[in-house]
Each structure stands twice: as structure tokens, then as C-alpha cells.
């Protein structure tokens, strides 16, 4: 209990003071989450759009592999990408492994499904009524598919708060990569398992509280906006 109440005490003393170490890891949490989401929308929902509104061979093994890679476990998707940007490997040449970069392709890796099939299901519902109410109105294609993506507004983006709860709460991906180099590749979660180990648990539950702070405040604006569109 101590542990719990000093961890609390370090927190908002963390955040009075302005700690240049702490700030500059939450800094680097939020680049590299914000910037695997970013990357990930954009690769994800084109492709679960596709995905709904088409029909092709293969399509189901597509689905599957999507589904199951939505639960893909963190350091087998940070051991995929470290063994890809090793030296040995077959983008070694450009030196990432250890870098920022890194740690969000491994992200990209870990989010990308999740946005994709979240979309796919989406569309699947939604498509057959909206393209039905296009034919009724006359709609041409592009606008029966800004329609769809209208009405998708709200579920489109508790994917992408769905796929920031996944990078910003990711360890084993970004350790396996990034390996919580202080000053380069530390991001709040390795640096909570860094001081674990070290048994800084006040210090731990400080970076803890303050990362919670974080995802509560970018939640609560992304659920403010869908409860907005969705009156």
C-alpha cells in the first residue's frame, strides 16, 4: 500500500516538476504510437474496405490470416521484424534495428490487423444497406462509397482507438527492437519493466499512472467525437 500511495506522490511530482527524462519518454511514447496508428489507418482501412465490398479468390484465407493476426502475440511480431532488420537480414543494410523506426514498424505490424478487420466487419455490415439505399437514390459508385465510410464514421474510429490502446500499451514488440536504450528507444513501457526489475516499484507506478493519465485523456477526446457524431 505505501508503494501504491508514494508511486501516486511521485507521479504528480513527476508531472509539477517537469522531469526532463520523464518527458521526454512520454514524448517518445506518443511518436511512436501516434505514428504506427497514422500509418496503420491508412494501410488498414483502405484494405478492410476492399476486403468488404469485393469478392475475389482467396479472400477467405485473407479473412483468417487478417483474424489471426489481429491476436498476433508482441515479441513474435518484434522477433519478425528484428530478424527482417538485422544485419544479416534482408533489410540490414539500412541499420534500424535499435532505432525508433523500428519500433513502429513493429507496432505497424501489431495494429495494421487490427484496423483492417475491425473495418472489414464494418463494412460487411453496413455495405448491403448503404448500397442499396445508393441504388435508391441514384448514387453513383464513389459517392455509394463516401456514403459508406460516412456511416462507418463512428466504428471507423473505435478502430483506430482500439489500435492506439494496442501501441501505446505495447512492451514486448518494441523491447525485442527498440532495446530500451535511455535516450533513444525508452518509451514508458520498458522503462515501467526496466525499474520492476530494478525494484523502483514507486517510480514504476509513477510512469504507470502518468501512461494511464495518457490514454484516459486521447480516449476520452476520441469518445467525446463519437458520441458527438453519433447524436
Do not use: W
Request: with cysteine; glycine share 10%; aromatic share 8%.
Amino acid at each position: 500500500m505505501n508503494e501504491i500511495s508514494s508511486g501516486i506522490a511521485q507521479a504528480l511530482n513527476l508531472i509539477l516538476i517537469g522531469d526532463t527524462e520523464i518527458f521526454e519518454i512520454i514524448g517518445l511514447s506518443l511518436y511512436v504510437s501516434f505514428s504506427s496508428v497514422f500509418i496503420s489507418t491508412c494501410m488498414g482501412m483502405p484494405l478492410g474496405i476492399l476486403l468488404g465490398t469485393h469478392n475475389f479468390r482467396g479472400k477467405g484465407i485473407i479473412i483468417r490470416i487478417t483474424y489471426t493476426f489481429m491476436s498476433l502475440p508482441p515479441v513474435i511480431a518484434g522477433l519478425t521484424v528484428f530478424l527482417i532488420l538485422m544485419r544479416r537480414g534482408p533489410l540490414g543494410s539500412f541499420q534500424l534495428n535499435y532505432t525508433p523506426t523500428a519500433m513502429i514498424i513493429a507496432q505497424i505490424c501489431l495494429v495494421t490487423p487490427i484496423v483492417m478487420g475491425f473495418t472489414y466487419n464494418l463494412v460487411k455490415e453496413k455495405a448491403p444497406i448503404v448500397n442499396r439505399l445508393g441504388i435508391t437514390l441514384g448514387a453513383s459508385r464513389f459517392e455509394a462509397m463516401k456514403l459508406l465510410i460516412f456511416e462507418m464514421r463512428i466504428g471507423l474510429t473505435a478502430a483506430v482507438v482500439s489500435g492506439f490502446g494496442r501501441a501505446i500499451s505495447e512492451v514486448g514488440a518494441v523491447m525485442i527492437v527498440g532495446g530500451n536504450i535511455k535516450g533513444k528507444t525508452r518509451v514508458m513501457t520498458t522503462y515501467i519493466t526496466e525499474l520492476k526489475t530494478m525494484g523502483d516499484y514507486s517510480r514504476a507506478i509513477a510512469v504507470g499512472i502518468v501512461l494511464l493519465i495518457i490514454a484516459f485523456i486521447i480516449n476520452a477526446i476520441l469518445y467525446n467525437f463519437q458520441e458527438r457524431e453519433g447524436k
